[in-house]
């Protein structure tokens, strides 16, 4: 049972920057995402990357401004975020998708982030 623990969230004024880190219990082999939820609405994914780092997706909503990395030695994936704004206020997730699944069946508990205007 893969666990995942995120940290790096907290308040941040809008313009500013975060990073986000999410450590697995072991190696992921596999897609790791974050996705995130902010009141009100569903989640939604912010980005995602494969095993290799070769292949990485983003939101049109965080395109250019937030960057997904991972550092399989470490077994933790992170989310840089810059030029942050009211929109990216939300509870954000990481999660595991296993090579051999079609959804991600591991998440993390969820780290606040709060961008004040």
């Known amino acids: 049972q893969v666990q995942l623990v995120e940290s790096g969230g907290g308040l941040v004024q809008a313009g500013g920057s975060l990073r986000l880190s999410c450590a697995a219990s072991e190696r992921t082999f596999g897609t790791m995402g974050w996705f995130r939820q902010a009141p009100g609405k569903e989640r939604e994914l912010v980005a995602r990357?494969?095993?290799?780092?070769?292949?990485?997706y983003y939101a049109d909503a965080v395109k250019g401004r937030f960057t997904i990395s991972r550092d399989n030695a470490k077994n933790t994936v992170y989310l840089q975020m810059n030029s942050l704004n009211s929109e990216d206020t939300a509870v954000y997730y990481c999660?595991?998708?296993?090579?051999?699944?079609?959804?991600?069946?591991?998440w993390g508990q969820g780290t606040q982030v709060t961008v004040s205007s």
């Open positions: 990357i494969n095993w290799t780092g070769t292949n990485t």
């Open positions: 999660a595991f998708r296993r090579v051999s699944a079609t959804e991600y069946d591991y």
